[in-house]
């Protein structure tokens, strides 16, 4: 049997995204692991459109994977999972991410195309553009007003073993003068 038609049997003919039974193709879930119909999901030409031209997205078509992404078939899953990474600033598809859950390996299929990454997590760039790490030591360009602390951080300070800020991009925490403050990246570079 082919491909199409074990997709239009596991599917009953109907979009495994949005159970439309109109216009349906064979659409592979990258990337594909050669597994023949476990790498194929059945998609309607609007799934398609808006999965492969972010642009057209209409958010409300979307609210479809409220009920498949429940599905048993992984494929489907992955694709739901990315779907709801790409619109969660709408609100409720953040809700929805947060009650799905997938096996592990289906969720590394799911984050392998870059899909729903780095949203979630910000990167802290010193002065020069540099990667910074929690752990880090850190090198103050500017003096600081300490405010509330009633010293002066020095430009040349060393402030090691950094925190990073995990709301705000452009504020880490360390100790200066023994006191924890915040600072902006601006105003370091990173020790080497």
Request: glycine share 8%; with cysteine.
């Amino acid at each position: 049997m082919s491909i199409d038609k074990e997709l239009h049997a596991r599917s009953e003919s109907r979009c495994e995204l949005c159970a439309t039974d109109d216009n349906l193709k064979v659409y592979e879930v990258a990337p594909a692991k050669g597994n023949g119909i476990d790498d194929n999901i059945l998609i309607c030409e609007t799934c398609y459109d808006q999965i492969e031209n972010p642009d057209n997205t209409d958010v409300n078509h979307w609210r479809c994977l409220n009920d498949s992404m429940w599905s048993t078939v992984p494929a489907v899953q992955v694709m739901a999972w990315r779907m709801l990474n790409r619109l969660k600033a709408e609100g409720w598809p953040a809700d929805l991410l947060d009650m799905l859950y997938l096996e592990e390996d289906v969720l590394d299929w799911a984050k392998a195309t870059g899909e729903g990454a780095d949203e979630d997590t910000l990167q802290h760039k010193d002065c020069n553009g540099v990667a910074l790490q929690a752990g880090d030591t850190v090198i103050l360009t500017k003096d600081l007003n300490v405010k509330g602390g009633g010293f002066t951080a020095k430009r040349g300070t060393a402030v090691r073993g950094i925190s990073l800020v995990h709301d705000n991009a452009e504020q880490i925490e360390g100790k200066v003068s023994g006191q924890q403050i915040v600072i902006l990246t601006k105003f370091v570079k990173k020790s080497s």
